[in-house]
């Protein structure tokens, strides 16, 4: 069935650049998206790319896509302590449902 | 700009109760959706809304859960008979379109049974 995988953490110096990394199984997948979920709070849309995009960039946001590998990545610029976060790393399989990975943890360190 | 409202943040009800949780989806939004996220797991599908009816729902969705859009703006999950199991944070989602329109959610109403 369909899967998206990320690595549960991610620990960097602030002001370096974070890349985030996800996997997907599904190749019909159309959008994929990443979500933003601060402690206590919701899922917040950061960024989605259609599937026949290779790369999109929206300010400090860089999202690739290589979709022979079936692998996604979000760079996050100049990473600050505010973008201390889940990252959710999900693809959409079908017209009515997202697959999610299990959230990357990104970590600043001063 | 624009968000999904969810009520209430938090409910802490007893095995076996009736709950009610709610979401007002974005205005101008025509497809809704309930996820779930058992604390350390994946976030879980449940159901999708359109046109006032299923569009489409998982396994998890079974006849325990139903819902409705009782009037123009509300969208409700109900769970008949909690279960300990239940526990978990719920997500309403809107989107405009379902192919050509992300899904944008709510705070979420942390569900709590004891």
């Known amino acids: 069935g369909e899967d998206v995988e990320q690595s549960l953490f991610l620990s960097v110096r602030e002001g370096d650049s974070s890349v985030i990394n996800c996997t997907y199984t599904d190749s019909s997948s159309t959008y994929l998206y990443w979500y933003k979920q601060e402690p206590g709070a919701g899922l917040q849309l950061l960024t989605y790319i259609f599937s026949n995009m290779d790369m999109k960039q929206d300010q400090r946001l860089t999202v690739l896509l290589n979709k022979k590998d079936k692998h996604l990545s979000l760079r996050i610029a100049d990473t600050q302590t505010g973008d201390s976060a889940i990252y959710f790393c999900a693809e959409s399989p079908s017209n009515y449902q997202l697959i999610w990975g299990a959230g990357t943890k990104l970590i600043i360190k001063p | 700009e624009p968000e999904v409202t969810q009520t209430p943040s938090h409910q802490v009800t007893q095995m076996g109760q009736e709950v009610i949780l709610r979401c007002v989806p974005i205005?101008?939004?025509?497809?809704f959706y309930w996820y779930r996220q058992i604390l350390g797991q994946k976030v879980e599908f449940l159901v999708s809304f359109y046109n006032n009816e299923i569009s489409e729902k998982s396994e998890i969705f079974d006849d325990q859960f139903s819902v409705e859009r009782p009037d123009g703006s509300n969208f409700t999950l109900k769970i008949r008979s909690t279960k300990l199991e239940d526990s978990a944070m719920y997500f309403c989602?809107?989107?405009?379109?379902?192919?050509?329109?992300?899904?944008?959610f709510g705070n979420g109403t942390r569900l709590t049974v004891t």
């Open positions: 989602a809107s989107s405009a379109a379902s192919l050509n329109s992300p899904l944008h």
């Open positions: 205005s101008n939004h025509l497809y």
